[in-house]
């Protein structure tokens, strides 16, 4: 019995090692957010191609259920704007098991949409002034937020 309690006692301390040298924490779990690319360039009447890089960080158990946009200018104020995406609650939920940032999923932007592309229009360009970066937010079934982060956006 005191050598599996060794052993299991070994197994925990190397987890906790080895995800604090990985730069993750043993808090709550929440969502480290990245992209692909970053900035993104926006070009006229063209698909949005943009993948999203979600890592599960913390420890525990959730379900990633809703995607809310926002836009802010050049000056970091929001803006609002009716024709570009403001996110949308998904169809399918995306399960979140925080394990310490071991597990991590990419997602393109039509996935987030429901599997519906995002398509640039010209009437974009019309906006002024032109939104310098969307900022994503990640909530989970009871609307709390679980993670975001930030997409510089470039008008071409």
């Known amino acids: 019995m005191k050598k599996v309690l060794s052993l299991f006692a070994a197994v925990v ?6 995800t604090m040298l990985a730069g993750c924490n043993l808090g709550a779990p929440r969502l ?3 992209f692909s690319p970053n900035p993104l360039r926006l070009e006229p009447e063209t698909d949005i191609n943009l993948t999203v890089n979600l890592r599960f960080d913390g420890i525990g158990f959730f379900n990633v259920k809703e995607l809310r946009i926002s836009y802010f200018d050049a000056f970091d104020v929001e803006r609002t704007y009716e024709d570009l995406p403001s996110g949308k609650v998904l169809d399918s939920a995306i399960p979140a098991p ?3 940032g071991l597990i991590s999923v990419s997602k393109t932007l039509t996935d987030l949409n429901n599997g519906t592309p995002i398509k640039s229009t010209a009437d974009w360009w019309t906006l002024l002034p032109h939104p310098a970066k969307m900022v994503f937010t990640f909530l989970d079934d009871s609307g709390n937020p679980v993670g975001g982060g ?3 956006l470039e008008w071409y």
């Not at 301390?13 to 080895?18: C, G, I």
Request: aromatic residues 0%.
């Open 98 to 100: 925080g394990l310490g």
């Open 13 to 18: 301390l190397l987890l906790v090692m080895t």
């Open 32 to 34: 480290v957010v990245s």
């Open 150 to 152: 930030d997409l510089r």
